[in-house]
């Protein structure tokens, strides 16, 4: 799969104007699953809560786990002595400790990078590509010198 993404081509007498941009994978290794249900030993139901309008995958920082109590603690530490913390989560009823449901991200995402411009296949400024786009316009529009 090509990874370039092409914005816009102008061409004019010969000469081609593109603006180009990466595409930058984004794929998480492991994402939040939103079929996940638990129930625990003492019958209290626990899944992700995802307020309205939050239920597509761009917005599932806004998803949480309003029946269970998160606790923070030291993982481990980095090479350089500073901590890395992890989250055990327990039900706010009766403390059951509960390993909330993540899964393997079903499809890929990408996000653009930022913009490349070239001008005839060699790579120019954006101010230099902004300034032949609108000769191209304003010439084609008929203002010219």
């Not at 816009?8 to 104007?17: C, E, L, S």
């Not at 019958?43 to 599932?60: F, L, M, T, V, Y």
Request: hydrophobic share 30%.
């Amino acid at each position: 799969m090509d990874n370039t993404y092409m914005d816009k081509i102008i061409m004019r007498n010969g000469d081609t104007v593109e603006i180009t941009r990466d595409r930058i994978d984004v794929t998480p290794i492991e994402e939040k699953d939103p079929s996940w249900l638990y129930i625990d030993k003492e019958g209290h139901e626990h899944r992700w809560h995802i307020p309205h309008g939050a239920n597509d995958w761009s917005k599932d920082h806004l998803w949480s786990l309003p029946t269970l109590r998160a606790v923070s603690y030291i993982y481990c530490h980095s090479y350089d002595g500073e901590p890395i913390y992890g989250v055990h989560y327990y039900c706010k009823r009766c403390g059951e400790l509960i390993k909330p449901g993540w899964g393997v991200s079903c499809w890929r995402r990408f996000i653009l990078g930022p913009p490349y411009f070239h001008i005839n296949g060699v790579l120019v400024s954006q101010e230099r590509a902004k300034l032949a786009i609108k000769e191209i316009e304003d010439e084609s529009s008929g203002k010219t010198g």
